[in-house]
């Protein structure tokens, strides 16, 4: 089932009541202002997370979601970046409907100023686990990234794959400030992507690795896709581990 990623961040003087986030600046999604228009082929909600240090609340809007009640969300990751394991939460088996071609918003409230980030995967329908022979290929990446934008880069793979086509069904990026990474594959519309690392030692979210989220996207070995990294800081140093299954 086809899957997106988009992020929504704002830099917040202390809340007291919630307010809207900024919605990331996006190529592939519409974006105005706080919103992010909901593509009309992926109208559900497969999961999300909010972060802040001083996060004490925050909700996800659509008009569709106000018709019986907007997402209050919990658990909350109160941190600047990822925790490990992050705090998100997984709706990819029952997803949330939110409305094609409405928009969504992210509303968050701090308890003193800080910089508050939100991502959320949008879906088709309920995702189904792949499985296979599923093998893991490292890729990387020395792009300068933009800190709090999408910063697009290639990827170079540690080794070389065998001639064929390949589909990716899972990820983990990391960078020194990573938020998130999501694919870029050559003529395919949506941008998979998964909660990013800072730290070896981090472990993300088991829902982005080995299948979990069905089959991501497919490409030929000599024509990986992109990627896309969302970073709180400019890093020069950027690491991927894709999860693979050979198809052809």
């Known amino acids: 089932m086809p899957h997106t990623l988009v992020a929504f961040d704002e830099n917040f003087g202390a809340a007291a009541t919630l307010d809207a986030m900024a919605a990331v600046a996006d190529p592939h999604v519409r974006v105005s202002g706080d919103d992010i228009w909901i593509p009309d082929a992926l109208p559900f909600l497969a999961g999300y997370i909010a972060m802040a240090a001083t996060l004490t609340a925050a909700r996800i809007e659509s ?5 019986l009640t907007p997402i209050d969300v919990a658990p909350l990751d109160l941190a600047a970046e990822p925790s490990t394991p992050a ?10 409907l939110i409305g094609a071609g409405e928009a969504l918003n992210f509303k968050a409230t701090v308890s003193a100023a800080a910089r508050a980030l939100a991502l959320a995967v949008l879906c088709d329908g309920p995702i189904a686990p792949v499985a296979g022979e599923i093998f893991t290929i490292k890729a990387t990446n020395a792009s300068t990234l933009v800190a709090n934008a999408w910063t697009n880069g290639a990827l170079t793979f540690a080794q070389s794959l065998p001639h064929g086509r390949y589909q990716v069904v899972g990820m983990r990026a990391q960078s020194a400030g990573l938020i998130a990474a999501r694919l870029v594959f050559p003529g395919y519309p949506w941008r998979p992507g998964c909660i990013g690392a800072d730290a070896y030692s981090d472990l993300v979210h088991e829902a982005f690795r080995g299948g979990k989220l069905g089959v991501w996207g497919e490409f030929e070995h000599d024509v990986p896709p992109t990627a896309d990294f969302l970073s709180i800081s400019a890093d020069t140093s950027q690491e991927v581990w ?6 052809a």
Not at 63 to 67: A, E, K, Q, S
Not at 242 to 247: A, F, M, P, Q, W
């Open 87 to 96: 705090a998100y939460m997984d709706l990819k088996s029952n997803p949330k």
């Open 242 to 247: 894709l999860d693979l299954i050979k198809i």
């Open 63 to 67: 008009p569709t979601l106000r018709t």
